[in-house]
């Protein structure tokens, strides 16, 4: 059996450089053109393969590597939020490697949202213990980290199934954002790659999160498909999630995470396929297994978390509605919000979260708002996501922002419209108190 082998005669290429399993001898190799060699003796295949697959990872490590020495040298407070899938055990483990979970140059932090696998938590503490560093966990707001009855009663037990919106809102985003911002992250480590699909196909190493002030995001494997990053485990024996030898190719909240195929047929078990590993290793297949059955109120399939859809790393620099600096006024306790519905006067309450950027969005339209009716009636805001239960009891409030007309009795009127324009709010305001 004959074999072509067609080397660019361009090129001198040095033994250093050829493959061993082009090499026919000890004999330098000076020049290759096209030559006809048998096979058996010259050409190794599958040595060849592993070879170049060895040489690609060896690439990728270094350049991982250097973007995330560049994540912890160059910035401060470099904070890698761990969902703890294969992409990110790898970041673990090179981020351990380097030495920087140990001096504290980059801190973990994950996000509970109380709905996970209850292996994840579980393998939390395997990573902790053989990397020797401690997460800083998140959860929703006002909630004792793993009180999930605390919670439910709080949020109710079915948000996700009434609001899923609501539900990445409180549960992932508010969260995520609270922690970098606890954490003053300024640059973000993350795991998130192009071979996982559309909505990711052009990230690069780094990039500037939409954050004023400019917060850096790391992406350390943005290059690596799926078959590196289980590559890598294999070779340095990194721990990895346990579901993964159950069939899942990824690991999100249990309640829309499935299998792959989901008779659990493939599965990675220490270093071994078994089943079609194609079915979890072609391009966008990652996380085909996440999401199960949700959608959007567009109607569309829900594809991300809500953590890393555009905006989602905002933290918030300044509170909104400053007191005094504009028509607006500031509600700053639970007193002050019940001595407006005692008053015995017509009022609007606006009430919003710092971080939110639907509240953000509608700043500048209640303030002129205010101006435009601040002879008829006074219009407050009162920040409401550190005062929930107050809020949900008082000002019609399970979302920001939530805008009430106080009527003399004391009753709060909610606006239901997502039109938040002056022109609408004083509509409403007449209607309600005509």
Same mark, same amino acid.
């Given at each position: 059996m004959k074999v072509i082998v067609a080397l660019s005669s361009l090129f001198s290429v040095s033994l250093a450089f050829?493959?061993?399993?082009?090499?026919?001898?000890?004999?330098?190799?000076?020049?290759?053109s096209m030559v006809s060699?048998?096979?058996?003796? $010259?050409?190794?295949?599958?040595? /060849?393969?592993?070879?170049?697959?060895?040489?690609? =990872?060896?690439?990728?490590? @270094?350049?991982?590597?250097?973007?995330?020495?560049?994540?912890? @040298?160059?910035?401060?407070?470099? $904070?890698?939020?761990?969902?703890?899938?294969? +992409?990110d055990v790898v970041i673990t483990d090179l981020l351990a490697r380097m030495g920087y979970l140990k001096d504290g140059k980059a801190k973990i932090m994950v996000v509970d949202t109380f709905h996970l696998f209850p292996e994840t938590m579980e393998f939390l503490k395997i990573l902790e213990d053989k990397y020797e560093f401690k997460a800083e966990i998140f959860c929703a707001d006002g909630i004792p980290i793993g009180d999930k009855a605390a919670f439910d009663k709080r949020y109710g037990a079915d948000l996700w199934k009434e609001d899923i919106d609501e539900y990445d809102r409180v549960c992932k985003v508010e969260p995520f954002q609270r922690g970098l911002k606890t954490l003053k992250t300024?640059?973000?480590?993350?795991?998130?790659?192009?071979?996982?699909?559309a909505e990711r196909a052009w990230i690069n190493l780094f990039e500037n999160a939409p954050i004023g002030g400019g917060l850096a995001k790391c992406n350390p494997i943005?290059?690596?498909? =799926?078959?590196?990053?289980?590559?890598?485990?294999?070779? /340095?024996? $990194?721990?990895?999630?346990?579901?993964h030898e159950k069939g899942y190719p990824s690991i999100g909240d249990a309640k829309d995470t499935i299998a792959v195929p989901d008779d659990g047929s493939v599965r990675y078990v220490n270093g071994e396929w078994f089943g079609d590993k194609t079915?979890?290793?072609?391009?966008?297949?990652?996380?085909i297994g996440r999401f199960v059955g949700l959608t959007k109120k567009d109607g569309s399939a829900k594809t991300e978390c809500g953590i890393h859809v555009d905006g989602a790393e905002r933290t918030w620099e300044r509170d909104l509605w400053e007191e005094g600096s504009g028509a607006v006024k500031k509600l700053n306790s639970e007193d002050e919000a019940a001595a407006i519905l005692k008053s015995g006067k017509p009022a609007i309450v606006t009430v919003y979260a710092p971080w939110c950027p639907y509240s953000q969005a509608m700043e500048d339209s209640m @303030?002129?708002?205010?101006?435009?009716? +601040?002879?008829?009636?006074?219009v407050y805001s009162f920040r409401g996501d550190d005062k929930r239960e107050y809020v949900m009891e008082n000002l019609n409030?399970?979302?920001?922002?939530?805008?009430? $007309?106080?009527?003399?009795? +004391?009753t709060a009127v909610k606006y239901e419209s997502e039109v938040r324009t002056p022109e609408a709010f004083t509509k409403f305001m007449e209607e309600t108190l005509a």
């Amino acid at each position: 059996m004959k074999v072509i082998v067609a080397l660019s005669s361009l090129f001198s290429v040095s033994l250093a450089f050829v493959p061993t399993a082009f090499r026919r001898s000890n004999t330098p190799v000076k020049k290759l053109s096209m030559v006809s060699v048998e096979a058996d003796t $010259v050409f190794d295949q599958e040595q /060849y393969i592993a070879e170049s697959k060895e040489m690609r =990872l060896k690439h990728l490590e @270094e350049q991982a590597m250097f973007a995330l020495k560049i994540a912890c @040298e160059n910035y401060g407070n470099a $904070v890698f939020p761990n969902a703890m899938i294969a +992409g990110d055990v790898v970041i673990t483990d090179l981020l351990a490697r380097m030495g920087y979970l140990k001096d504290g140059k980059a801190k973990i932090m994950v996000v509970d949202t109380f709905h996970l696998f209850p292996e994840t938590m579980e393998f939390l503490k395997i990573l902790e213990d053989k990397y020797e560093f401690k997460a800083e966990i998140f959860c929703a707001d006002g909630i004792p980290i793993g009180d999930k009855a605390a919670f439910d009663k709080r949020y109710g037990a079915d948000l996700w199934k009434e609001d899923i919106d609501e539900y990445d809102r409180v549960c992932k985003v508010e969260p995520f954002q609270r922690g970098l911002k606890t954490l003053k992250t300024d640059c973000m480590i993350n795991g998130r790659t192009r071979w996982q699909g559309a909505e990711r196909a052009w990230i690069n190493l780094f990039e500037n999160a939409p954050i004023g002030g400019g917060l850096a995001k790391c992406n350390p494997i943005a290059y690596w498909t =799926l078959e590196d990053t289980f590559d890598y485990i294999t070779k /340095y024996k $990194v721990p990895y999630h346990p579901l993964h030898e159950k069939g899942y190719p990824s690991i999100g909240d249990a309640k829309d995470t499935i299998a792959v195929p989901d008779d659990g047929s493939v599965r990675y078990v220490n270093g071994e396929w078994f089943g079609d590993k194609t079915i979890w290793l072609d391009y966008g297949k990652e996380r085909i297994g996440r999401f199960v059955g949700l959608t959007k109120k567009d109607g569309s399939a829900k594809t991300e978390c809500g953590i890393h859809v555009d905006g989602a790393e905002r933290t918030w620099e300044r509170d909104l509605w400053e007191e005094g600096s504009g028509a607006v006024k500031k509600l700053n306790s639970e007193d002050e919000a019940a001595a407006i519905l005692k008053s015995g006067k017509p009022a609007i309450v606006t009430v919003y979260a710092p971080w939110c950027p639907y509240s953000q969005a509608m700043e500048d339209s209640m @303030e002129e708002f205010a101006k435009q009716v +601040g002879d008829q009636i006074d219009v407050y805001s009162f920040r409401g996501d550190d005062k929930r239960e107050y809020v949900m009891e008082n000002l019609n409030t399970n979302s920001f922002p939530t805008i009430n $007309v106080i009527k003399p009795d +004391g009753t709060a009127v909610k606006y239901e419209s997502e039109v938040r324009t002056p022109e609408a709010f004083t509509k409403f305001m007449e209607e309600t108190l005509a």
